[in-house]
């Protein structure tokens, strides 16, 4: 037990620059991102978001997924859905399937952005393609809806 604490104690204090370094699934990046998790739940946004963006683009798009979260809905960080939309796009060209499924659901609604299917739906098929089980749904309503029209 003494020595997991320890691990976790040292791969959160190590220099962020050696994070660069790091494959999305080793354990320094993983001790990381479940950190910030952790923070998060805990409504510690500021903590979370410092640990998200020092992890960055080698959490494999994970921790940029979740930073626009933050900026979506407004955090711990003003609400700022461009900044949302480019941390969902790098987040999605990384292949997250969240970020995709997100990002095409936000440009399909056309609330809080302009609408725009076609980059939706690419975002969509991508999302799907991977298993997104949401994204075939909406995919499936959307050449329904274009089929009818």
């Known amino acids: 037990?003494?020595?997991?604490?320890?691990?976790?104690?040292?791969?959160?204090?190590?220099?962020?620059?050696?994070?660069?370094?790091?494959?999305?699934?080793?354990?320094?990046?993983?001790?990381?991102?479940?950190?910030?998790?952790?923070?998060?739940k805990m409504a510690d946004y500021s903590g979370a978001r410092e640990i998200w963006e020092k992890v960055g683009d080698a959490g494999g798009g994970k921790a940029l997924f979740n930073l626009a979260i933050l900026y979506e809905d407004g955090l711990g960080v003003e609400t700022n859905i461009d900044q949302a939309l480019t941390l969902y796009r790098k987040s999605a060209n990384a292949g997250n399937r969240s970020a995709q499924y997100r990002l095409g659901k936000l440009l399909l609604d056309g609330e809080k952005t302009p609408r725009n299917e076609a980059e939706a739906t690419h975002w969509l098929e991508r999302a799907a393609q991977q298993g997104d089980e949401d994204a075939a749904i909406l995919l499936d309503s959307l050449k329904k809806e274009s089929s009818t029209n």
């Not at 050696?18 to 990381?32: F, G, I, K, T, Y």
């Open 1 to 40: 037990m003494i020595r997991t604490i320890v691990l976790i104690a040292f791969l959160s204090f190590s220099p962020s620059h050696v994070l660069a370094d790091e494959a999305e699934n080793s354990p320094q990046v993983m001790v990381r991102l479940f950190a910030a998790y952790a923070k998060f």
